[in-house]
């Protein structure tokens, strides 16, 4: 039985963040990676409107980071910042849990010692 064409369109649009998570380095990979995969996991039985929430957001995620990988490698650039901004006043629409995880995700992302602290090209 073929799956639902809402499921394929959710299944697509993770496979797409898990491949442009690809030019991350190596520890913000790991760590988009994980993150990815437990919130689509989460919202397994999310209800139809979440869903659109929540595919809108992701496809934003999608595009964002896709513009910035493109930019990357047309300029070649050796270090390249990845990720956006996030207004203040979007935080409102946050939910108390996603705050929460928005703060975790950024003392992950920020710390000075990073758990996946591994160097590529090294032999």
Not at 90 to 101: T, W
Request: glycine fraction near 4%.
């Amino acid at each position: 039985m073929a799956a639902a064409p809402h499921v394929s369109a959710v299944r697509s649009l993770y496979k797409r963040i898990l491949v442009l998570h690809r030019f991350l380095p190596i520890d913000l990979r790991a760590l988009g990676d994980q993150y990815v995969k437990d919130e689509f996991r989460r919202h397994k039985q999310a209800s139809a409107e979440e869903v659109k929430s929540f595919m809108t957001e992701w496809e934003n995620y999608k595009d964002t980071l896709q513009t910035q990988v493109l930019e990357a490698s047309a300029e070649r650039l050796s270090t390249v910042k990845f990720g956006a901004v996030l207004p203040e006043g979007n935080l409102r629409d946050f939910q108390d849990e996603q705050i929460g995880q928005l703060y975790e995700l950024m003392l992950e992302a920020t710390k000075p010692n990073r758990q996946f602290d591994i160097q590529e090209g090294d032999k």
